[in-house]
């Protein structure tokens, strides 16, 4: 089973996935879980990470950001992802596809149909059994990540985009929402962090118990 997080920076995807992780290695067996994030996941998606988020890269393009997302991309699901589904584990990766849909497509305004036709021959057509929208608003989310500069969390290139850029990206999300409703799972974000967990874990369970059956 592959699981999907998505959100707004600072909607909480990482700490939620860390957690989610957690609990289904309890529930399953370690070895049976695999948790990787997007930008990385690999050493080589790692490096491609670090070249994105520089604060130095001002100038890069939109088209070379997009590429190189999704350069990060084809390796994280060659390497990590589609072994780990053949050996029928549960992959949780915290932002996969989506936010290239909702940032670059949305956000940055690229040609739709040439972000969706190069995301596939990058994952070759993969896609998540369940995707968790952690939804905050705008403020709410720059107001952590703000918070969290301040005690050390990375501050990088995708964090100094305008207002316009962010409302653009909140809204490509809720078209990519609505255009496959039974895919996403939208969860309010704007809650203390067990709230959110414990929303994840019941709807994921009836997901699994769904499956099962
Ligand atoms: P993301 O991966 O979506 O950017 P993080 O999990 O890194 O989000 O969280 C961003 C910041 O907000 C961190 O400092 C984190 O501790 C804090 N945070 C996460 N979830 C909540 C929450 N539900 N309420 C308040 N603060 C939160
Ligand atoms: P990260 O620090 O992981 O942010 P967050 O904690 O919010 O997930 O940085 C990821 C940044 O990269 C975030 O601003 C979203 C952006 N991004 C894209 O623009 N396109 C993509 O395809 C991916 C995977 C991420």
């Known amino acids: 089973m592959f699981i999907t997080i998505e959100g707004m920076d600072g909607s909480g995807k990482s700490t939620q996935a860390k957690q989610l ?17 997007e930008p990385g996941g690999t050493e080589i998606g790692e490096q491609i990470r670090a070249v994105i988020h520089s604060l ?6 939109s088209v070379t950001e ?11 699901v060659a390497q ?49 059994d369940v995707t968790f929208y952690i939804d905050i608003s ?7 990540r703000n918070h ?3 005690r050390g969390e990375e501050l990088n290139r995708m964090d100094t985009q305008t207002r316009e850029f962010y409302e ?5 999300y809720e078209t990519l929402m609505a255009q496959e409703p039974t895919r996403w799972v939208r969860v309010n ?8 967990q414990n929303e994840m874990r019941g709807t994921l369970e009836a997901i699994l118990k769904t499956n099962a059956g």
């Open 56 to 61: 130095q890269n001002q100038e890069m393009s």
């Open 21 to 37: 992780a957690e609990y289904l290695r309890d529930k399953f067996g370690a070895e049976k879980i695999v948790l990787t994030r």
């Open 66 to 76: 997009f590429l190189l997302y999704n350069a990060a991309r084809a390796q994280v």
């Open 189 to 196: 974000g704007a809650r203390e962090i067990g709230a959110v």
């Open 168 to 172: 653009r990206v909140r809204r490509g």
């Open 138 to 144: 705008i403020e709410e989310g720059l107001a952590r």
């Open 148 to 150: 969290g500069h301040a």
């Open 80 to 128: 990590v992802i589609r072994p780990a589904l053949a050996q029928g584990k549960i992959v949780l990766c915290d932002r996969y596809a989506d936010s290239t849909l909702a940032y670059q497509g949305y956000g940055r305004q690229l040609d739709l149909d040439m972000v969706t036709r190069v995301i596939h021959y990058a994952t070759g057509g993969l896609t998540p």
